[in-house]
């Protein structure tokens, strides 16, 4: 199973950019999935999972209110919506696999991972 995370880029403060995250190998049907980011300097951290079931997401307090995960089975694909970003959201973003059932928010959970995309995002 292999994970391909794309969609990240320069954006100004206040904008948005879709991140995408392809898995190939298996159905993403039997995997919860969730993006994790790394900021410059900082250990990397929970942003968002979405569970087998849909309904069920979680996120970060961070960016509640601002991101939204969402699953394409059809096109064995996850995206993370993001909106109203902020520099402090600037990031290489990895997206993440799990066959558990809940969707947690610790990696530890999480072991299939994908290569991480840069999202940067100017004051």
């Known amino acids: 199973v292999q994970l391909q995370a794309s969609g990240g880029g320069l954006v100004q403060a206040g904008g948005s950019l879709r991140l995408s995250c392809q898995v190939s190998?298996?159905?993403?049907?039997?995997?919860?999935m969730a993006w994790f980011r790394r900021a410059p300097g900082k250990d990397r951290e929970f942003v968002s999972v979405i569970g087998k079931d849909p309904d069920r997401t979680n996120y970060a307090d961070s960016v509640k209110g601002r991101f939204t995960i969402s699953r394409d089975n059809a096109k064995n694909t996850v995206y993370l919506q993001m909106n109203s970003l902020k520099p402090e959201d600037t990031a290489v973003y990895y997206c993440?696999?799990?066959?558990?059932?809940?969707?947690?928010?610790?990696?530890?959970?999480?072991?299939?991972w994908g290569q991480g995309t840069l999202v940067t995002v100017s004051s």
């Open positions: 190998g298996r159905s993403v049907r039997v995997y919860t």
């Open positions: 993440a696999a799990s066959t558990i059932y809940d969707p947690f928010p610790n990696e530890r959970f999480y072991n299939i």
